[in-house]
Protein backbone atom coordinates (compact mmCIF):
# COMPACT_ATOMS: atom_id res chain seq x y z
CA UNK A 1 0.00 0.00 0.00
CA UNK A 2 0.97 3.22 0.33
CA UNK A 3 1.21 5.25 3.90
CA UNK A 4 2.76 8.86 4.42
CA UNK A 5 3.39 9.59 8.06
CA UNK A 6 3.82 12.90 9.76
CA UNK A 7 3.14 13.93 13.18
CA UNK A 8 -0.72 14.87 14.16
CA UNK A 9 -0.10 18.47 16.04
CA UNK A 10 3.05 19.93 17.18
CA UNK A 11 3.73 23.29 19.31
CA UNK A 12 6.59 25.69 19.42
CA UNK A 13 7.34 28.92 20.57
CA UNK A 14 7.64 32.28 18.24
CA UNK A 15 11.31 32.91 17.14
CA UNK A 16 12.07 29.14 17.57
CA UNK A 17 12.43 27.09 15.17
CA UNK A 18 10.75 23.97 14.38
CA UNK A 19 10.86 20.55 12.15
CA UNK A 20 8.72 18.50 10.89
CA UNK A 21 9.19 15.25 9.68
CA UNK A 22 7.71 12.79 7.22
CA UNK A 23 8.12 9.07 6.04
CA UNK A 24 6.85 7.12 3.24
CA UNK A 25 6.30 4.13 1.41
CA UNK A 26 4.52 4.91 -2.21
CA UNK A 27 4.83 2.30 -5.28
CA UNK A 28 6.97 4.89 -7.15
CA UNK A 29 8.41 8.05 -6.40
CA UNK A 30 8.69 11.39 -8.30
CA UNK A 31 9.16 14.30 -5.87
CA UNK A 32 8.12 15.43 -2.79
CA UNK A 33 6.40 18.66 -1.96
CA UNK A 34 4.77 20.87 0.91
CA UNK A 35 2.23 22.45 1.20
CA UNK A 36 1.42 25.08 4.04
CA UNK A 37 -3.06 24.79 4.75
CA UNK A 38 -4.58 27.18 7.35
CA UNK A 39 -8.01 26.49 8.77
CA UNK A 40 -10.59 26.09 5.79
CA UNK A 41 -8.38 28.10 3.12
CA UNK A 42 -6.65 26.07 0.53
CA UNK A 43 -2.79 24.77 0.50
CA UNK A 44 -0.38 26.78 -0.67
CA UNK A 45 2.73 25.25 -2.21
CA UNK A 46 5.74 25.70 0.29
CA UNK A 47 8.79 23.42 -1.56
CA UNK A 48 9.95 20.46 -3.81
CA UNK A 49 12.28 17.87 -3.64
CA UNK A 50 12.95 15.10 -5.90
CA UNK A 51 16.77 14.77 -5.48
CA UNK A 52 18.72 14.24 -2.18
CA UNK A 53 19.73 16.74 0.13
CA UNK A 54 18.53 20.24 1.55
CA UNK A 55 16.34 23.11 -0.30
CA UNK A 56 16.60 26.12 1.11
CA UNK A 57 14.18 28.95 0.69
CA UNK A 58 14.20 31.79 2.86
CA UNK A 59 12.83 30.59 6.86
CA UNK A 60 11.89 27.54 5.00
CA UNK A 61 14.16 24.68 4.02
CA UNK A 62 13.19 21.27 3.22
CA UNK A 63 15.44 18.11 2.98
CA UNK A 64 14.81 14.50 1.53
CA UNK A 65 16.82 10.82 1.72
CA UNK A 66 15.15 9.07 -0.72
CA UNK A 67 16.83 5.30 0.66
CA UNK A 68 15.34 6.34 3.88
CA UNK A 69 12.15 7.63 2.42
CA UNK A 70 12.48 10.91 4.82
CA UNK A 71 12.04 14.46 4.72
CA UNK A 72 11.69 16.95 7.11
CA UNK A 73 10.45 20.87 6.50
CA UNK A 74 12.42 23.52 8.68
CA UNK A 75 11.03 26.36 9.47
CA UNK A 76 13.00 29.09 11.37
CA UNK A 77 12.18 32.08 13.26
CA UNK A 78 8.96 31.27 13.63
CA UNK A 79 6.08 33.72 13.36
CA UNK A 80 2.55 33.46 15.07
CA UNK A 81 1.21 33.80 10.78
CA UNK A 82 2.86 30.42 10.77
CA UNK A 83 0.50 28.55 12.88
CA UNK A 84 -1.20 26.20 10.13
CA UNK A 85 -1.26 22.61 8.88
CA UNK A 86 1.95 21.38 6.87
CA UNK A 87 0.76 18.99 4.26
CA UNK A 88 3.74 16.16 2.92
CA UNK A 89 2.56 14.67 -0.16
CA UNK A 90 4.39 12.27 -2.52
CA UNK A 91 3.96 12.35 -6.20
CA UNK A 92 3.45 8.52 -7.06
CA UNK A 93 2.31 6.36 -9.91
CA UNK A 94 -1.16 7.08 -11.17
CA UNK A 95 -3.26 4.07 -12.09
CA UNK A 96 -2.24 4.34 -15.67
CA UNK A 97 1.04 3.94 -14.61
CA UNK A 98 1.99 7.29 -14.68
CA UNK A 99 3.11 9.95 -12.29
CA UNK A 100 0.81 11.96 -12.46
CA UNK A 101 -1.27 12.09 -8.75
CA UNK A 102 0.13 13.47 -5.33
CA UNK A 103 -0.27 11.25 -2.16
CA UNK A 104 -1.17 13.34 0.56
CA UNK A 105 -0.60 13.06 3.88
CA UNK A 106 -2.57 13.88 7.07
CA UNK A 107 -0.98 17.25 7.88
CA UNK A 108 0.75 18.52 10.91
CA UNK A 109 -0.80 21.07 12.91
CA UNK A 110 1.48 23.48 14.06
CA UNK A 111 0.88 26.08 16.91
CA UNK A 112 2.76 29.21 17.55
CA UNK A 113 2.83 30.52 20.74
CA UNK A 114 4.23 34.26 21.88
CA UNK B 1 -4.67 37.53 -12.68
CA UNK B 2 -4.70 33.53 -13.46
CA UNK B 3 -5.54 31.48 -11.11
CA UNK B 4 -8.11 28.58 -10.21
CA UNK B 5 -11.86 29.43 -9.22
CA UNK B 6 -14.00 27.03 -7.39
CA UNK B 7 -17.80 27.73 -6.18
CA UNK B 8 -20.18 27.92 -4.60
CA UNK B 9 -17.75 28.64 -1.38
CA UNK B 10 -20.48 26.67 0.34
CA UNK B 11 -22.74 24.14 -0.17
CA UNK B 12 -25.66 22.51 1.30
CA UNK B 13 -27.47 19.34 0.14
CA UNK B 14 -30.28 17.67 0.94
CA UNK B 15 -30.48 13.73 1.20
CA UNK B 16 -30.72 11.72 -2.25
CA UNK B 17 -29.74 15.06 -4.23
CA UNK B 18 -27.32 15.64 -6.52
CA UNK B 19 -24.73 18.37 -6.30
CA UNK B 20 -22.39 19.87 -8.74
CA UNK B 21 -19.23 21.66 -7.82
CA UNK B 22 -17.41 24.71 -10.20
CA UNK B 23 -14.45 24.60 -11.01
CA UNK B 24 -12.49 26.57 -13.57
CA UNK B 25 -9.02 27.54 -14.35
CA UNK B 26 -7.81 30.12 -16.87
CA UNK B 27 -4.11 29.01 -16.54
CA UNK B 28 -3.83 26.59 -19.38
CA UNK B 29 -2.85 23.81 -17.36
CA UNK B 30 -2.88 20.56 -18.69
CA UNK B 31 -3.88 18.29 -16.33
CA UNK B 32 -7.07 18.97 -13.21
CA UNK B 33 -7.76 16.89 -10.11
CA UNK B 34 -10.41 16.59 -7.26
CA UNK B 35 -9.19 15.89 -3.66
CA UNK B 36 -11.58 15.42 -0.45
CA UNK B 37 -10.49 16.72 2.64
CA UNK B 38 -11.86 15.32 6.01
CA UNK B 39 -10.93 16.17 9.64
CA UNK B 40 -8.04 14.67 10.76
CA UNK B 41 -7.02 13.04 7.35
CA UNK B 42 -5.11 13.55 4.37
CA UNK B 43 -6.20 14.68 1.02
CA UNK B 44 -7.87 11.84 -0.76
CA UNK B 45 -8.03 12.07 -4.98
CA UNK B 46 -11.58 11.30 -6.34
CA UNK B 47 -10.72 12.27 -9.52
CA UNK B 48 -8.23 13.30 -11.96
CA UNK B 49 -7.71 14.73 -15.70
CA UNK B 50 -4.86 15.11 -18.07
CA UNK B 51 -6.55 16.31 -21.08
CA UNK B 52 -9.83 16.92 -22.32
CA UNK B 53 -12.44 14.52 -22.72
CA UNK B 54 -10.61 12.06 -20.56
CA UNK B 55 -10.66 11.50 -16.95
CA UNK B 56 -9.09 8.73 -14.70
CA UNK B 57 -11.07 7.61 -11.14
CA UNK B 58 -9.01 7.99 -8.50
CA UNK B 59 -9.07 6.65 -4.56
CA UNK B 60 -11.97 7.29 -3.75
CA UNK B 61 -14.76 7.72 -6.90
CA UNK B 62 -17.21 5.58 -5.64
CA UNK B 63 -20.53 8.49 -5.43
CA UNK B 64 -18.83 11.22 -7.99
CA UNK B 65 -18.65 11.80 -11.59
CA UNK B 66 -17.01 14.11 -13.37
CA UNK B 67 -16.44 15.86 -17.14
CA UNK B 68 -13.83 17.35 -18.96
CA UNK B 69 -15.45 18.85 -21.90
CA UNK B 70 -13.23 22.26 -21.97
CA UNK B 71 -9.59 22.26 -20.46
CA UNK B 72 -10.54 25.41 -18.30
CA UNK B 73 -13.21 23.26 -16.94
CA UNK B 74 -13.55 20.22 -14.28
CA UNK B 75 -17.23 20.20 -12.85
CA UNK B 76 -17.32 17.34 -9.63
CA UNK B 77 -20.99 15.76 -9.44
CA UNK B 78 -21.86 14.40 -5.78
CA UNK B 79 -24.74 11.87 -6.63
CA UNK B 80 -27.21 10.67 -3.83
CA UNK B 81 -24.84 7.12 -4.24
CA UNK B 82 -22.15 9.33 -2.24
CA UNK B 83 -23.38 8.30 1.52
CA UNK B 84 -20.84 10.76 3.35
CA UNK B 85 -20.57 13.43 1.37
CA UNK B 86 -20.09 16.94 4.03
CA UNK B 87 -16.51 17.42 3.73
CA UNK B 88 -14.06 19.96 1.94
CA UNK B 89 -13.68 19.54 -1.67
CA UNK B 90 -10.82 20.84 -3.55
CA UNK B 91 -10.30 21.17 -7.09
CA UNK B 92 -6.35 21.60 -8.01
CA UNK B 93 -4.43 22.34 -11.59
CA UNK B 94 -1.11 21.52 -12.67
CA UNK B 95 1.02 22.51 -16.17
CA UNK B 96 3.37 19.72 -16.06
CA UNK B 97 4.67 16.29 -13.93
CA UNK B 98 7.26 18.35 -12.70
CA UNK B 99 5.49 20.89 -11.03
CA UNK B 100 3.11 21.25 -7.94
CA UNK B 101 -0.18 21.88 -7.86
CA UNK B 102 -1.97 25.02 -7.57
CA UNK B 103 -5.23 25.16 -5.40
CA UNK B 104 -8.40 26.42 -5.51
CA UNK B 105 -10.30 28.14 -2.64
CA UNK B 106 -12.24 25.04 -2.11
CA UNK B 107 -15.93 24.21 -1.60
CA UNK B 108 -16.87 23.05 1.83
CA UNK B 109 -20.73 20.83 0.92
CA UNK B 110 -22.41 20.04 3.91
CA UNK B 111 -25.92 17.26 4.26
CA UNK B 112 -28.50 18.72 5.66
Known amino acids: GQNIDQPTEMTATEGAIVQINCTYQ??????LFWYQQHAGEAPTFLSYNVLDGLEEKGRFSSFLSRSKGYSYLLLKELQMKDSASYLCAVRGKGTSGGYNKLIFGAGTRLAVHP | DGGITQSPKYLFRKEGQNVTLSCEQNLNHDAMYWYRQDPGQGLRLIYYSQIVNDFQKGDIAEGYSVSREKKESFPLTVTSAQKNPTAFYLC???????????FGSGTRLTVV
Open chain 2, 92 to 102: ASTPGLDYGYT
Open chain 1, 26 to 31: TSGFNG
